[in-house]
């Protein structure tokens, strides 16, 4: 509802627009008195502090769902093809340790996946959760940036706390890719030396793959499964490019054909 609010509100007695921990409660106020709005709006970036542990014990047949914790919301990055910064406000934002620590502790099962956008973003944050987070003994996997993973420190209390594998967003082996995406901070000639440091670390790699670009041509799918082969990716999960409402690639289309 957040990319597209006029066309959800067709089929909608309310909708909401942006991060809800504060619009939500408001809601539910609001249809307890008979008055509930037709649109909520997150007017500011809230706090993460304090949020509720869920109820994992209510979520039946669903392990995966049971075991997603997040650690931070939004990314410092501005990728073209990323609704990120539509759907959030653009600001990048951590939970503090203790309530992640303590949401990680309730999780019945060992395994559980971080679903921030960028769990390296903030390094030195994300060290001193890793440290406190090694005394769980818990196994988990979350999605980072390329160039964040040259942190040998980082890996390292990364491994020691319990990381199986994490997803590096590549997104492309082309130059021009990349461009495309507005992701220079990706150096393709750095891939497979990042790929030989984690897996040093004993860490495995899910590599995320953007095909669609408009400098992609029809041999894109050989040259990138070699190239994943020759550095060692050991999984891809391969997107199709989409341009949501509100994302930078979809606005370079609008000036395009304007």
Same mark, same amino acid.
């Given at each position: 509802?957040?990319?597209?609010?006029?066309?959800?509100?067709?089929?909608?007695?309310?909708?909401?627009?942006?991060?809800?921990?504060?619009? /939500?409660?408001?809601?539910?106020?609001?249809?307890?008195?008979?008055? &509930?709005?037709?649109?909520?709006?997150?007017?500011?970036a809230p706090s993460l502090a304090g949020l509720p542990i869920p109820r994992r014990d209510l979520i039946v047949g669903n392990r995966f769902?049971r075991g997603a914790v997040f650690a931070s919301r939004g990314c410092p990055h501005n990728c073209s093809y990323c609704s990120l910064k539509?759907?959030?406000?653009?600001?990048?934002?951590?939970?503090?340790?203790?309530?992640?620590?303590?949401?990680?502790?309730?999780?019945?099962?060992?395994?559980?996946?971080? /679903?921030?956008?960028?769990?390296?973003?903030?390094?030195?944050?994300?060290?001193?959760?890793?440290?406190?987070?090694?005394?769980?003994?818990?196994? /988990? &996997?979350?999605?980072?940036?390329?160039?964040?993973?040259?942190?040998?420190?980082?890996?390292?209390?990364?491994?020691?706390?319990?990381?199986?594998?994490?997803?590096?967003?590549?997104?492309?082996?082309?130059?021009?890719?990349?461009?495309?995406?507005?992701?220079? %901070?990706?150096?393709?000639?750095?891939?497979?030396?990042?790929?030989?440091?984690?897996?040093?670390?004993?860490?495995?790699?899910?590599?995320?793959?953007?095909?669609? %670009?408009?400098?992609?041509?029809?041999?894109?799918?050989?040259?990138?499964?070699?190239?994943?082969n020759d550095i060692g990716i050991d999984g891809v999960t391969a997107s199709i490019l989409t341009p949501f409402p509100g994302t930078g690639?979809?606005?370079?289309?609008?000036?395009?054909?304007?």
């Open positions: 509802m957040t990319l597209n609010p006029e066309e959800a509100a067709l089929h909608c007695d309310t909708i909401f627009i942006g991060e809800a921990e504060e619009t /939500w409660p408001q809601f539910l106020n609001d249809f307890l008195c008979k008055k &509930a709005q037709k649109v909520y709006t997150s007017s500011r769902i539509k759907i959030y406000h653009n600001t990048f934002r951590t939970r503090p340790i203790d309530d992640v620590i303590k949401d990680i502790a309730s999780i019945p099962n060992k395994y559980f996946v971080f /679903w921030d956008d960028n769990f390296f973003a903030d390094p030195n944050y994300t060290k001193a959760l890793l440290k406190d987070l090694a005394k769980l003994n818990k196994r /988990w &996997a979350a999605q980072v940036t390329a160039h964040s993973c040259e942190d040998e420190e980082l890996l390292r209390l990364a491994k020691s706390a319990g990381c199986l594998y994490l997803f590096l967003g590549l997104e492309s082996f082309s130059e021009q890719g990349l461009k495309d995406a507005n992701k220079n %901070f990706n150096k393709i000639e750095q891939y497979g030396k990042i790929a030989d440091k984690l897996h040093r670390h004993g860490i495995s790699i899910q590599a995320g793959i953007v095909f669609g %670009f408009d400098s992609d041509t029809s041999d894109v799918s050989e040259t990138t499964l070699k190239a994943c690639y979809m606005n370079n289309i609008k000036m395009k054909a304007g």
